[in-house]
């Protein structure tokens, strides 16, 4: 897929990773201290999550409503996570797991924002981080993760190939192992349950739809996941249709709800090219695929393709229109939307945009 091409990654996330590492490093000296019991620690490392991680903005887009002539679009602004996505939910879930398992040491593969979160979630629990990183990509985000005290690993090969040994590095080792799709899938998906949780807060019943960008599939997974915990429990009258977006032709949990595929299968990765907007959509193996592609039939949601151009455009569309800096990339799930309300009148209602990016 990559062969010898450097991809350069210009459109990482920016959140505060730096600035509330040097905030919290007195306060949180208790969750990193292995001298002291560890349910000091836990106690100390979970007032840190509170404070810091999750409860982001949820702002109605009314510019954006009266430029495209839909009513009721909600913007789930995730840039105001730590490190600016909402991978910081997952970072900070497994580190904490990690913590109260006994672990030492965590693992991640990544090409930037997912190793950024786990290298500052680790640093204030006290743990060493282990990050592989795929040889051809260069993304300023590095420069944090080794700020933050994690050690870099190059690994041959795409991205793919770095989960495969990062996770054969955590199981000969006995680390944890951070990566989608292996046993902390669970603790995954219900962190990221709690974007659902929180627009239910906000809205108090779900909306007509949530829609998201995907790569891997595990957010998109993990929100729907969320909404079947409150529906079941009689907190929603619904459950809110689930819309998925992703670079054009590029990922198989798009390719297989347009072709109506009963399972998720892997793309030719020769076919797949990366550049700097869509490298966080793109994937020639979506590891949680299987459970993204069920929470988009499972509540008649639907799934759309977006350009590098139409991800640009509506970047800046939020960007002139609501203030938001977000990631060209997370734009997906909005076009994702729109598209289908281009074909076919979407009913007069509440709609939820999951976005992450820029500060």
């Known amino acids: 897929m ?4 450097v991809v350069d990654i210009m459109d990482g996330a920016r959140g505060n990773a730096l600035e509330i590492w040097r905030e919290l490093r007195g306060y949180p000296r208790q969750a990193s201290d292995a001298s002291l019991p560890l349910p000091q620690r836990l106690e100390a490392y979970e007032d840190i999550m509170d404070s810091e991680v999750g409860d982001t903005a949820l702002v109605r887009a ?10 009721q679009i909600y913007l789930k602004f995730e840039g105001g996570n730590p490190t600016g996505t909402q991978k910081d939910r997952i970072a900070f879930s ?36 282990i990050i592989h990183i795929p040889g051809q990509y260069h993304s300023p985000r590095i420069v944090e993760m080794e700020k933050l005290g994690a050690e ?24 944890y192992d951070a990566n989608p799709g292996g ?22 019943d779900a909306p007509f739809a949530v829609a998201a960008p995907v790569s891997n599939g595990t957010t998109l997974a993990g929100i729907y996941r969320g909404f079947v915990s409150l529906y079941r429990r009689g ?55 299987h459970h993204a592609l069920e929470a988009i039939r499972e509540t008649n949601g639907w799934a759309g393709n977006a350009s590098d151009r139409s991800m640009r455009t509506f970047s800046r569309l939020i960007r002139d229109k ?8 997370s734009t997906a799930g909005l076009i994702a939307l729109l598209e289908s309300g281009q074909k076919q009148t979407l009913p007069n209602d509440r ?5 992450t990016g820029r500060k």
């Not at 009314?62 to 009513?71: Q, S």
């Not at 899938?185 to 949780?197: D, E, H, K, N, P």
């Not at 609501?322 to 060209?328: D, K, R, S, T």
Request: aromatic share 8%.
């Open 94 to 129: 497994q580190a904490m797991d990690a913590l109260r398992r006994g672990f030492d040491t965590i693992t991640v593969a990544t090409c930037g924002n997912y190793g950024v979160a786990v290298a500052l979630a680790a640093s204030l629990a006290g743990l060493r981080c």
């Open 152 to 175: 870099i690993i190059r690994t041959p090969g795409d991205y793919e190939n770095a989960v495969a040994v990062s996770r054969a590095r955590a199981e000969a080792q006995e680390l």
């Open 183 to 204: 046993d902390n899938t669970v603790i995954q998906l219900r962190a990221y349950g709690g974007i659902a949780y929180e627009i239910y807060d906000e809205l108090r």
């Open 351 to 355: 709609y939820v945009v999951v976005l």
């Open 322 to 329: 609501e203030g938001f800096q977000v990631l060209p990339a």
């Open 62 to 71: 009314r510019n954006i409503e009266r430029e495209m002539g839909v009513r």
């Open 235 to 289: 907190k929603t009258s619904r459950m809110p249709r689930i819309v998925a977006g992703s670079s054009f032709g590029k990922n198989p949990i798009i390719y297989a709800f347009r072709k109506n595929m009963r399972h998720c299968e892997n793309l030719n990765p020769d076919r797949i090219k990366e550049t700097a907007v869509n490298e966080p959509l793109i994937n020639w193996h979506a590891i949680d695929g």
């Open 2 to 5: 990559l062969q010898d091409r």
